[in-house]
């Protein structure tokens, strides 16, 4: 007898696999998401589709252009500079906590994850590279400590890892990273700040640059993260 997967978990397929679609750029800005032709994509009804879609566009990675019309979202300056904003906020706040709560055990996870990031990067593996820098910054806030922390930057990690999986600027990125352990293996707060600050905007101005052409120093695509400025 063939056993009859629950609603939810076809819902949770089809959501964990569009968003990886995106996240990766199978599936680019302004492509269209249309429920029947993903319905006979994953060989399910359109209800589970229709309510990932939905699911999407709650997270922001897609938006109805019109009743008939779904696409996935082009991200504006404004929006990543805003995203940037959070992370500054957020992930210099939890590196700090790090850097007071290190235990051995936690920076021989870390050092792995390094020595991960460095034979990806080698390799040119985009995906890869992707994966183990999201675990690195996942494994300083659990280091960190505080599950409300954890809690806020929840909603907005896919889109996170949407914006890093644009920044190619890959041995940069690793180097940044060894540097952030190093500061938090330190065991000082300031120095593991001072650091995860350096980095979050350098990844900004990276990824803008990327993704827009410009550098937000310019005053063009955004403004520097740190030195909010209205509009976009």
Do not use: C
């Amino acid at each position: 007898m063939t056993k009859i997967e629950p609603l939810g978990a076809v819902r949770e397929r089809v959501l964990a696999s569009l968003r990886e679609d995106i996240i990766a750029g199978r599936l680019a800005p302004g492509d269209r998401l249309v429920e029947r032709e993903l319905a006979e994509r994953f060989g399910v009804s359109r209800v589970p589709v229709r309510e990932a879609i939905r699911a999407l566009v709650a997270e922001g990675f897609v938006l109805f252009e019109s009743a008939r019309r779904t696409v996935v979202r082009r991200l504006t300056p404004t929006d990543v500079r805003e995203l940037f904003e959070l992370r500054e906020a957020l992930e210099v706040y939890a590196a700090g906590l790090a850097a007071t709560r290190v235990t051995p055990e936690a920076l021989a996870e870390l050092r792995d994850l390094l020595d991960q990031a460095a034979r990806a990067t080698k390799e040119g593996d985009a995906e890869a590279i992707t994966d183990v820098n999201t675990r690195f910054h996942d494994r300083i806030r659990a280091l960190a400590g505080n599950s409300l922390l954890i809690s806020v930057m929840e909603p907005v990690d896919g889109r996170l890892r949407w914006l890093t999986r644009r920044n190619e600027e890959w041995p940069q990125l690793l180097t940044e990273h060894r540097e952030l352990y190093e500061a938090i293996a330190s065991g000082d707060p300031d120095r593991a700040r001072t650091h995860a600050l350096a980095h979050v905007r350098a990844n900004y101005r990276s990824t803008v640059r990327h993704l827009f052409g410009t550098d937000p120093e310019d005053g063009d695509g955004g403004s520097t993260v740190g030195d909010r400025a209205d509009g976009g």
